[in-house]
């Protein structure tokens, strides 16, 4: 594996065929060409990654998202909005060759976001199309928002690596499905449902109609148990805090209470929690409001508790 590659060297992989590990500011994705089925399976192959369960297209700017979707005005107001950023739309499929049926999993529909990160969209623009990019992480795992974990992860299945450093929001995009005129959560994330909802209306959640075939799965897990809303540590466990008073301990998502502090320290403690192998994991109460939606539903899976 090349690692630390230049843009140039990681379009190229991509144009062959191969693996790029791909920094995002959510976690750090596993990419390749988006129109090529053998690509497309590697991925699936590395992360050992169900074939039911479709990828997101990543593409460099608005325009080449309509290429291959399609946008009514609401999914506009949203990309308009927040992209480049955390935010994945799904919408109709308008061209089914660009990012393949594997790919989308055989659906209609196609997942597509244009990342915050500028590696991301440098790498993209160089390739000159769109790249399919899962979490790097091999499947049910948490996922890696440091170089260093991504490679550990699957760096052995990847023709080159991008070191963007520490993904800066460290929870995976928000997914908002626009499809027959309705608007659906399928996962929250960093752009909050709020913020949504102040642009388009009330949105539904996923399960009332629209479905994200990713969410039927654990995830997220790390090999130790995971126990949440814990309000001190059980024996042998390790106890992730978060707010006032957690502040001297070792392990705190945020000693002020920090959302976005959180979410960015989130998966990097559970993977550090992880490699001391704790008995279990128990973690603090997080509010539910604002990015805590996106947190608790991590957590949750991470405990066990799926759909
Ligand atoms: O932040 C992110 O989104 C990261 C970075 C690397 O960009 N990527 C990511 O990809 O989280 P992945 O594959 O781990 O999650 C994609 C999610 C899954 O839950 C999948 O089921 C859902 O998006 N998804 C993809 N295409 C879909 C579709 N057509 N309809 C409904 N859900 C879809
Ligand atoms: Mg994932």
Redesign the pocket.
């Known amino acids: 594996m090349s690692s630390d590659a230049t843009d140039r060297e990681a379009a190229d992989a991509l144009r062959a065929g191969q693996l790029v590990i791909?920094p995002?500011e959510?976690?750090?994705?596993?990419a390749a060409d988006a129109a090529s089925p053998d690509a497309v399976a590697a991925i699936f192959e590395a992360k050992g990654?169900p074939r039911f369960?479709?990828?997101?297209a990543?593409v460099a700017d608005a325009v080449e998202a309509e290429r291959i979707g399609v946008f009514d005005d609401r999914a506009r107001a949203l990309a308009a909005a927040f992209w480049p950023g955390?935010l994945?739309l799904?919408v109709p499929v308008r061209d089914r060759d660009r990012v393949c049926d594997l790919a989308?999993?055989g659906?209609d529909?196609?997942?597509i976001?244009v990342?915050g990160h500028r590696r991301?969209r440098d790498v993209i623009a160089a390739f000159g199309g769109p790249v399919v990019?899962?979490?790097?992480n091999r499947s049910g795992r948490p996922?890696p928002t440091t170089y260093a974990d991504a490679v550990e992860e699957t760096g052995s299945s990847a023709a080159a690596a991008i070191d963007g450093g520490d993904c800066a929001?460290g929870?995976?995009?928000t997914?908002v499905?626009v499809l027959d005129g309705r608007v659906a959560l399928?996962?929250p994330?960093a752009v909050t449902r709020a913020e949504i909802e102040a642009l388009v209306g009330p949105v539904d959640t996923a399960g009332e109609g629209?479905?994200?075939?990713?969410?039927l799965t654990l995830h997220y897990a790390p090999d130790a148990p995971v126990r949440i809303e814990a309000m001190q540590a059980l024996d042998g466990e390790i106890l992730l805090g978060f707010g006032p008073g957690s502040g001297e301990a070792r392990w705190s998502l945020s000693p002020t209470g920090d959302l976005r502090e959180a979410a960015a320290n989130l998966f990097r403690h559970l993977r550090e929690a992880d490699r001391e192998h704790p008995v279990g994991i128990a973690v603090a109460p997080v509010p539910d409001h604002g990015l805590g939606e996106a947190i608790n539903d991590r957590l949750r899976r991470a405990a066990g508790f799926v759909g």
């Open positions: 791909l995002t959510t976690v750090y994705g596993l990654r369960n479709p990828l997101i990543h955390p994945t799904v989308r999993a659906l529909s196609v997942a976001r990342p991301a990019a899962p979490s790097a996922s929001v929870v995976e995009s997914v499905s399928l996962r994330g629209h479905r994200s075939p990713g969410r």
